[in-house]
T-cell receptor
Framework: DMKVTQMPRYLIKRMGENVLLECGQDMSHETMYWYRQDPGLGLQLIYISYDVDSNSEGDIPKGYRVSRKKREHFSLILDSAKTNQTSVYFC???????????FGKGTRLTVV | GEKVEQHESTLSVREGDSAVINCTYTDTASSYFPWYKQEAGKGLHFVIDIRSNVDRKQSQRLIVLLDKKAKRFSLHITATQPEDSAIYFCAAASSGSWQLIFGSGTQLTVMP
């Protein structure tokens, strides 16, 4: 069953709190991604991970960090969340470049 | 860097009619052009893609056209059905890149 699973689905945090978004995939994909989706902006890449402990910044990495200690898990961390980080966050994975990307259902994060 | 512009932010069609969503890109090195569908409250789901070695691809009711000279590609949905209602995202990537650049999305509504 090819799946990308994100937890939690909904999260409300206060400004300044730390946030941990978790993602898992069961396809043994080497490459995983974190995107955020904002109205009218499409999806913006935050980080890409090519394998365990092999991570690269995407277009909007500021204020975020990631952790990949196992191939099937990829975490997004917000240290001291800000209100402008309110968004929907999607985790994704793919087998190879220029092939189908599989997305999770998203985490709606609200920072108040 | 690459920019992908999705021209229609909303599109309404009557059931049974065709829908066309247009995208343009800026990077002549782009060679991979996927389309994704997002239903309400869900993640993105791959629907079809086209590579730069062809200018047309069809999968059932979906047709993708690519005009490399104009740096334009389009998704045609024929004989639309209510379940086609969703947000559609175009994207582009160069052959050497892992990163997809997404358009801002088109909300398609198919009216009975």
């Amino acid at each position: 069953d090819m799946k990308v699973t994100q937890m939690p689905r909904y999260l409300i945090k206060r400004m300044g709190e730390n946030v941990l978004l978790e993602c898992g995939q069961d396809m043994s994909h080497e490459t995983m991604y974190w995107y955020r989706q904002d109205p009218g902006l499409g999806l913006q890449l935050i980080y890409i991970s090519y394998d365990v402990d092999s991570n690269s910044e995407g277009d909007i990495p500021k204020g975020y960090r990631v952790s990949r200690k196992k191939r099937e898990h990829f975490s997004l961390i917000l240290d001291s969340a800000k209100t402008n980080q309110t968004s929907v966050y999607f985790c994704a994975s793919s087998f190879n470049r220029n092939t189908e990307v599989f997305f999770g259902k998203g985490t709606r994060l609200t920072v108040v | 860097g690459e920019k992908v512009e999705q021209h229609e932010s909303t599109l309404s069609v009557r059931e049974g009619d065709s829908a066309v969503i247009n995208c343009t890109y800026t990077d002549t090195a782009s060679s991979y052009f996927p389309w994704y569908k997002q239903e309400a409250g869900k993640g993105l789901h791959f629907v079809i893609d086209i590579r730069s070695n062809v200018d047309r691809k069809q999968s059932q009711r979906l047709i993708v056209l690519l005009d490399k000279k104009a740096k334009r590609f389009s998704l045609h949905i024929t004989a639309t059905q209510p379940e086609d209602s969703a947000i559609y995202f175009c994207a582009a990537a160069s052959s050497g890149s892992w990163q997809l650049i997404f358009g801002s999305g088109t909300q398609l509504t198919v009216m009975p």
